[in-house]
Structure formats: C-alpha cells, structure tokens
C-alpha cells in the first residue's frame, strides 16, 4: 500500500506545475501598443550599451501576466549592422573589443528578462552577445515562468 502511495505522490509532483508555468504566454503582435512598450524598454539599456540608436529584429518575444523574455538582435535603424566601435564596450577596451570585431564574435544579439511592475516594465537582467543559452535558469534565479523560457531552444 505504501508502494502505491508512494507512486501516486510521485506521479502528482512530476505533473504539477507552478501556476506561472501553467499560464500560457503570447506573442504581441507587431504595431501593438505593448510590443512597443516591451521594445522602448530594452532599447533603452541597448542603446546606451551600444552607443547609438537601435532597433530590432525580434527572434523571441514571450509574455504572460507579470514576465516577458525577449531574445533578438539589434540593428540600426536603417537596417544595418550596428557599428561596436561606438559601443560602450569599445569605448571602455577599444583593443578587446576590436578583436572582437575582428573576430566576428560581436553580432549585436540582445536577450532580456523583463517584469511587470505595475502598468510598467523593467529589466530584470540584459546580455549582449551571448554564446551559449545562458536563459535557461531564469526561472531558478529570478522566478520567471521555465515554460516561457526553456523551449525556445526547439
């Protein structure tokens, strides 16, 4: 009996879900007025790492209620490539960072974590050109939904 009871306990952990995980995240469509307002605010931290005016091309955007994960990359707004030699980056290591360059290491990719406060939102956590799937412990580290997360790699 203990057997039994022990498998139907184990069977319930293994199926349930936090009920972060269990809701269900969109996509804002493009012109919507909170895909603009989710841009506005990465674009903020982007810019003044990048040094110069950026918009996206967006590979992920993901919301739910209180989070959103955001994973593309920047670009000027004329469509081209941004220029790393006006970046923060440069401007702080101008030889690394030229290497860098060189190196074809910089790709102008931005990945952020972002919280509802409020009617606002802000930026939890923002990397720039990421070589690995550093998102995957979100969920662990700051308490966003893993579902959100952890699939975009499919």
Do not use: C
């Amino acid at each position: 009996m203990r057997a039994i009871l022990l498998l139907v306990f184990l069977v319930g952990v293994t199926f349930t879900a936090t009920a972060a995980d269990r809701a269900p995240y969109f996509t804002p469509p493009i012109g919507s007025v909170l895909r603009k307002q989710l841009m506005d605010t990465v674009r903020i931290p982007a810019e003044e790492h990048l040094g110069q005016a950026v918009v996206f091309k967006v590979s992920a955007l993901r919301v739910d209620d209180n989070w959103a994960f955001f994973l593309g990359t920047a670009i000027q707004p004329n469509g081209n490539p941004v220029d790393f030699r006006k970046s923060k980056a440069f401007r702080d290591n101008p030889r690394e960072t030229k290497s860098e360059i060189e190196a074809g290491m910089l790709y102008g990719g931005v990945t952020a974590l972002l919280k509802r406060e409020g009617n606002r939102w802000r930026v939890v956590t923002i990397t720039y050109d990421a070589s690995d799937v550093h998102w995957l412990d979100y969920g662990q580290k700051y308490g966003a939904p893993h579902r959100m997360i952890s699939d975009i790699i499919r």
